[in-house]
């Protein structure tokens, strides 16, 4: 088994940034990737970002490209999410995911965190 915890969520004005921090625990030689994916209320779960725990490669959809980054520490079991020139319609619960390949449908990942909360007051 996997757990993952994340943390850094939080309300800030459009324009803003945070960073998100997901670590990991337990099983995770189990664990080749790690992604980040994201719910608002009354939609479905979006992917948001990826990242290879081997190699560090972050993958993203076209509408964070430029504004998030995904990367991981040396060890590969702590992953963060830095979000930049945050809008409004990013408001969402985000969540920390663990699998085996660096996917960006949701079912392909095994292990999920409780998410955190990120809002953006226009």
């Known amino acids: 088994q996997v757990q993952l915890v994340e943390s850094g969520g939080g309300l800030v004005q459009a324009g803003g940034s945070l960073r998100l921090s997901c670590a990991a625990s337990?099983?995770?030689?189990?664990?080749?990737?790690m992604g980040w994916f994201r719910q608002a209320s009354g939609k479905e779960r979006e992917f948001v970002a990826a990242i290879s725990r081997s190699d560090g490669r972050p993958y993203y959809p076209d509408f964070v490209k430029g504004r998030f980054t995904c990367s991981r520490d040396n060890a590969g079991n702590t992953v963060y999410l830095q979000m930049n020139s945050l809008k409004p319609e990013d408001t969402a619960k985000y969540y920390c995911?663990?699998?085996?390949?660096?996917?960006?449908?949701?079912?392909?990942?095994?292990?999920w965190g409780q998410g955190t909360q990120v809002t953006v007051s226009s």
């Open positions: 337990g099983d995770t030689a189990s664990i080749y990737a």
């Open positions: 995911a663990a699998g085996t390949v660096p996917e960006t449908t949701p079912l392909a990942y095994r292990f």
